[in-house]
């Protein structure tokens, strides 16, 4: 249990910082999915949020647990970092057992289905919840799953496979070499290409050098307007 004092801390900071972002105590609750009631009572200094709750109002504000522990030293925001692409099977998620929800987020697995190859639209319905290792995403805050097509083509082939599901940092667009993309097309379509940017043309690169570059001509548009987001994680199920 920790002392009142520290209490009193960590409830500074989340107003803190809550209020630095401009979101009011019942936006607040809704994005870390805790009641209203308890984050005015961890606020206050009255109650200890548990682990998962905390790292959950820490994702929401986009802030670190040692910030919000007011530990010395400790950086108010992680830079977000690239992280690579593993296509396997998530550690514990299959497995036996309970998950601790300090261990794991569930990022939104959306209906529809993403190509890699001839581009295909992503419905925004949430369909139900992967659950995804914390170290894996690191502080990445608008995080969205998806399936990869079945008949997604050859063009990712063998990073990304067909079936596999990715999850797509929607705030990150920076185009570097080693990253992978959502891309939409002309007709709202949506594909997994590595880019790379020459105005006025974004140039859509397939893992697999067997299959052809393809390129979208954006005079006029910024080629972040175009970009889903970047792939942070894969998994490739068995079934």
């Given amino acids: 249990m920790a002392k009142p004092s520290d209490l009193k ?12 972002r401009g979101l009011n ?13 308890n984050l005015i009572r961890y606020e206050e200094g009255k109650n200890e949020p548990g682990a998962g709750k905390l790292l959950r109002i820490a994702d929401a504000l986009g802030v670190t647990v040692d910030w919000l522990l007011g530990r010395d030293g400790a950086a108010e ?19 036996p057992g309970r998950l601790r929800d300090v261990d794991f987020r569930a990022v939104p697995l959306v209906s529809g289905s993403i190509a890699a190859g001839k581009s295909r639209i992503v419905e925004e319905a949430i369909e139900e919840y992967a659950l995804i ?18 008949e997604m ?12 599901v990715v999850a797509i940092d ?20 949506c594909t997994l290409k590595r880019l790379q940017w020459t105005p006025p043309r974004l140039w859509l690169i397939p893992e697999n050098r067997d299959e052809p570059v393809s390129h979208l001509d954006l005079p006029d548009e910024d080629p972040g307007a175009r970009i889903v987001g970047r792939v942070v994680w894969a998994y490739q199920p068995f079934v």
């Fill in 77 to 95: 925001q992680e830079e977000a970092r690239p992280l690579d692409v593993a296509v396997r099977v998530a550690d514990g998620v299959q497995g």
């Fill in 9 to 20: 801390e960590v409830g500074k900071r989340i107003a803190q910082a809550r209020k630095k």
């Fill in 170 to 189: 929607r705030r990150d667009k920076v185009i570097t070499p080693e990253g992978i993309y959502a891309v939409r097309d002309e007709a709202g379509g």
């Fill in 133 to 150: 290792h914390v170290s894996q995403l690191g502080r990445r805050g608008d995080v969205v799953a998806v399936r990869v097509s079945r």
């Fill in 25 to 37: 105590p019942n936006q607040l609750a809704r994005k870390a999915d805790i009641s209203w009631a």
């Fill in 153 to 164: 083509g050859r063009s990712m082939l063998p990073l990304i496979q067909p079936g596999a």
